[in-house]
């Protein structure tokens, strides 16, 4: 339960909440994410998914 936004797959919507969350935690716009149980728990849940670790803020590539 509060996986994803439809049971059993990987939404759009999952998606940009990741995307969104990981870069905000990154940039430290949102510095203790705990705070938020729900948002908290979905990102424990899907943080580990290969298509996230492998695009992870910090793995960038600084362009110059």
């Known amino acids: 339960e509060g996986a994803s936004y ?5 939404t759009m919507l ?3 909440l990741m995307c969104f969350v990981e870069w905000a935690v990154f940039r430290e716009l949102v510095k203790n994410p705990a705070k938020y149980p ?3 728990r979905f990102v424990s849940l899907h943080q580990d998914r290969e298509s996230f670790l ?5 793995i ?5």
């Open 38 to 40: 729900n948002l908290d």
């Open 6 to 10: 439809y049971p059993g797959r990987l």
């Open 14 to 16: 999952d998606i940009t």
């Open 54 to 58: 492998s695009t992870h803020p910090s």
């Open 60 to 64: 960038a590539e600084v362009r110059k």
